[in-house]
T-cell receptor, first 109, second 114 residues
Framework: GQNIDQPTEMTATEGAIVQINCTYQ??????LFWYQQHAGEAPTFLSY????GLEEKGRFSSFLSRSKGYSYLLLKELQMKDSASYLC??????????FGAGTTVTVRA | TAGITQAPTSQILAAGRSMTLRCTQD?????MYWYRQDLGLGLRLIHYSNTAGTTGKGEVPDGYSVSRANTDDFPLTLASAVPSQTSVYFCASSRLAGGEDTQYFGPGTRLTVL
């Protein structure tokens, strides 16, 4: 089966940086997605990594190490609106997405 | 553009009753998906469709059925609901099948089975 691990909760201060780690074990691997989900809303796409390295997109960056089965999402210059759940999802060999349980980030003033 | 719509927004259903959750997308996406989201478990794939006329089973298909008669619609049916099917159900679509393409999610249906 697929196994996606990420921390349950993280708290940070407005303006700070937070790093959300994700480790995965899947039947083969074809890429790693990060989604953001505000409470009571639908998940929305943040990033997709298929090659090793860092992808930067504004205040958000995502990193992937295929050899270590590891990814992280970096949120910089935190804003109150960044309070949400962040979902890590790995794409397996049969091209199905397996989601982690999500990391709830709370940004405090 | 509406994107993906789901109906109803929420529903309370008696155990043993049947129900169809509706999902419609107007983006002409080829692939569509149904997930359930439960606290502490994350999103789990129920069924998917890579293109109109085809469907496939996901991780947790038991108790659910789907059809894909056309590109836009992908209804999910619970033939005889049980309390363990209490969950939030999300429909999603992607332009391409195969999983590598970004999935766009609908607003969800909150279902309670009593």
């Amino acid at each position: 089966g697929q196994n996606i691990d990420q921390p349950t909760e993280m708290t940070a201060t407005e303006g700070a940086i937070v790093q959300i780690n994700c480790t995965y074990q899947t039947s083969g691997f074809n890429g790693l997605f990060w989604y953001q989900q505000h409470a009571g809303e639908a998940p929305t796409f943040l990033s997709y990594n298929v090659l090793d390295g860092l992808e930067e997109k504004g205040r958000f960056s995502s990193f992937l190490s295929r050899s270590k089965g590891y990814s992280y999402l970096l949120l910089k210059e935190l804003q109150m609106k960044d309070s949400a759940s962040y979902l890590c999802a790995a794409l397996s060999n049969d091209y199905k997405l397996s989601f982690g349980a999500g990391t709830t980030v709370t940004v405090r003033a | 553009t509406a994107g993906i719509t789901q109906a109803p927004t929420s529903q309370i259903l008696a155990a043993g009753r049947s129900m169809t959750l509706r999902c419609t997308q107007d983006m002409r996406h080829n692939a569509m998906y149904w997930y359930r989201q439960d606290l502490g478990l994350g999103l789990r794939l129920i069924h998917y469709s890579n293109t109109a006329g085809t469907t496939g089973k996901g991780e947790v298909p038991d108790g659910y059925s789907v059809s894909r008669a056309n590109t836009d619609d992908f209804p999910l049916t619970l033939a005889s609901a049980v309390p363990s099917q209490t969950s939030v159900y999300f429909c999603a679509s992607s332009r391409l099948a195969g999983g590598e393409d970004t999935q766009y999610f609908g607003p969800g249906t909150r279902l309670t089975v009593l």
